[in-house]
């Protein structure tokens, strides 16, 4: 069975950092690309970046680049977002998922709460 | 970037309704067209893929067609679990982008 779980999420204050974790597994993690997408509280989705399976590629939305940086441990199955100098606007739940071309496994998704 | 707007934003059926929600794109995204159902504190669920290709385990009563920059999902006779929101994607060119959603409520 195919299973992404987020951690690491929480309360930080503008300008902090965060490290968000997806651990996979059941699947062969080093194959596939891999996906950030967020979810502001009551709003649409919104994708925040992605990562090739050997971590070669990386692409950001416009919104994070210079302070988001996605990475991925294929040895640990792992993929991780690194969030740093962090606004009111990044306020969401986070989801990482895997990507054959589209999105067709997801994790349950991570808050994150940034607020002074 | 590729903006993807979502007709009707919000939409009130009957179960055993046919429904029919639009996505159109600013510009043409070839066959690189998702469709993902969402339910309340739940993670997304891909639907469809390519425009029309069901994925599995998914009813039949879920359909896609569309090309060029106009798409829509149909859903053929509703039932009580298909209450939820439907979002488009995008996944032709960066930044991939998301439709704003399309929220399905009982009648």
């Known amino acids: 069975e195919v299973q992404l779980v987020e951690s690491g999420g929480g309360l930080v204050q503008p300008g902090g950092s965060l490290r968000l974790s997806c651990a996979a597994s059941?699947?062969?993690?080093?194959?596939?690309?891999m996906t950030w997408v967020r979810q502001a509280p009551g709003k649409g989705l919104e994708w925040v970046a992605n990562?090739?399976?050997?971590?070669?590629?990386?692409y950001y939305v416009e919104s994070v680049k210079g302070r988001f940086t996605v990475s991925r441990d294929n040895v640990k199955n792992s993929l991780y977002l690194q969030m740093d100098s962090l606004r009111a606007e990044d306020t969401a739940v986070y989801f990482c998922?895997?990507?054959?071309?589209?999105?067709?496994?997801w994790g349950q998704g991570d808050l994150v709460s940034v607020s002074s | 970037d590729i903006q993807l707007t979502q007709s009707p934003s919000f939409l009130s059926a009957s179960v055993g309704d046919r429904v029919t929600i639009t996505c159109r794109a600013s510009q043409g995204i070839s066959i690189y067209l998702a469709w993902y159902q969402q339910k309340p504190e739940k993670a997304p669920k891909l639907l469809i893929s390519a425009i029309s290709t069901l994925q599995s385990g998914v009813p039949s009563r879920f359909s896609g067609s569309g090309s060029g920059t106009e798409f829509t999902l149909t859903i053929s006779s509703l039932q009580p679990e298909d209450f939820a929101t439907y979002y488009c994607q995008q996944l032709n060119t960066y930044p991939l982008t998301f439709g704003q959603g399309t929220k399905l409520e009982i009648k």
């Open positions: 059941g699947f062969s993690f080093s194959s596939y690309w």
């Open positions: 990562i090739k399976h050997d971590g070669s590629e990386k």
């Open positions: 998922a895997r990507a054959t071309l589209y999105l067709n496994a």
